[in-house]
């Protein structure tokens, strides 16, 4: 997943695109993975499973997907030998801290990305018109019949309510 913003400024006599004026936003799914806490939680995962890496490494060799009654006895024998100390280690309370970050994590970081660039927005507008334009984002997934689903992103400017009032006090 990525998202791009773009802004440009059209310059009315020529027709041309300013480059100077020509703004660029950009949030990498690596950006979204260190800023909602994915990161930092793989880390902590593989730091919190290592004092228990032999015991899973047995559980995973001992696999019972055969039919065999020695493969099924195998895996029963090392399940049991393993029990205590994996599952001292999987009902630790800060797996559920973790889940309980990460939840909606991603979500949040899309949020604050969104954010950026409206406030961004109403600067520059502040600066050209005198009044905060109001950017409208709109972001979600769209999927029409027959098609795979994917992602959408339109944005609008619009006047805020605030220098609406203030167009009106003024005119």
Request: aromatic fraction near 8%; avoid cysteine; charge should be positive.
């Given at each position: 997943m990525?998202?791009?913003?773009a802004?440009?400024?059209w ?11 020509l703004r660029?936003?950009?949030l990498?799914?690596g950006?979204v ?8 939680a793989r880390?902590d ?7 228990i ?8 060799a001992a696999?019972?997907a055969?039919?065999s009654?020695?493969?099924?006895l195998?895996h029963i024998t ?8 994996v599952w ?5 309370p800060?797996?559920?801290r973790q889940?309980?970050?990460l939840?909606?994590?991603q979500?949040?970081?899309l949020?604050q990305?969104?954010?950026k ?6 600067e520059?507008?502040?600066?050209r018109?005198g ?10 997934p ?5 098609s ?9 400017a619009?006047?805020s309510?605030?220098?609406?009032a203030q ?5």
């Open positions: 990525a998202v791009s913003a802004f440009g400024v310059d009315p006599q020529s027709g041309q695109l300013m480059a100077d004026q660029r936003w950009k990498t799914m950006q993975k260190h800023a909602s806490g994915l990161n930092n880390r995962t593989e730091q919190w499973l290592a004092p890496k032999p015991h899973l490494q047995h559980l995973a696999s019972s055969g039919t009654l020695e493969a099924n195998k090392v399940t049991l030998a393993t029990w205590d100390a001292e280690v999987y009902l630790d800060k797996w559920a889940r309980l970050r939840y909606g994590a979500d949040r970081a949020e990305f969104f954010n660039l409206r406030e961004d927005r109403a520059v507008s502040m600066e018109h009044h905060a334009k109001q950017l409208v984002v709109f972001f979600g769209t999927q029409q019949p027959g795979h689903t994917d992602s959408s992103l339109r944005a609008k619009q006047h309510p605030a220098s609406q167009q009106a006090h003024q005119g």
